[in-house]
């Protein structure tokens, strides 16, 4: 009887030894699947931007940094006297800014897509948001505000899908 016993005790033993690296096998695989996806991810957001953004994004540093009343996104030349960076950045936050301001937000649509959270609040409300850009020595800014509750939550949550996006070009 305590023969059986004991052999019972070492199944059970050897049965939740299995089950545990069966769980570390799960869960690193699908760790590797993530990474996967999201280097893919990445990599699709990298080829859609150089189609869209004129400045190379190698070189450069995003940031979408939500403020109480709305979000401010930042795009600097990572050598700050990189002229020909720089200019592009200006030109191409300059232009952004202005078609945001009527709606137009075909460009991040086409970047990260048309599903982006907040972008059909953003498109749809845009004139009662305050766009405006900046130049900065070392690239651009263009700063959202509004004092509808609703809208800053768009922009949050549409800056926070950008930061997701952009991890690589960060900062």
Not at 39 to 51: H, K, M, N
């Amino acid at each position: 009887m305590a023969t059986s016993t004991a052999r019972r005790h070492r199944i059970r033993i050897a049965l939740a030894a299995g089950g545990i690296i069966v769980s570390a096998a799960v869960a690193i695989t699908v760790e590797a699947n993530s990474a996967t996806a999201d280097s893919g991810r990445e990599q699709v957001i990298g080829e859609r931007g150089a189609e869209v953004m004129p400045f190379d994004l190698d070189a450069t540093t995003h940031r979408f940094e939500p403020i109480l009343n709305g979000g401010l996104q930042t795009v600097t030349a990572d050598t700050p006297t990189d002229r020909e960076q720089i200019d592009l950045i200006q030109q191409h936050l300059r232009e952004e800014a202005t078609a945001f301001t009527r709606g137009e937000f075909d460009d991040p649509a086409r970047i990260h897509g048309t599903d982006m959270p907040g972008l059909t609040t953003l498109q749809a409300n845009a004139n009662r948001i305050d766009i405006t850009y900046q130049s900065r020595p070392d690239g651009g800014e263009i700063r959202y505000t509004t004092n509808d509750p609703a809208l800053v939550t768009a922009l949050h949550n549409w800056f926070a899908a950008q930061r997701t996006d952009h991890q690589g070009h960060g900062g």
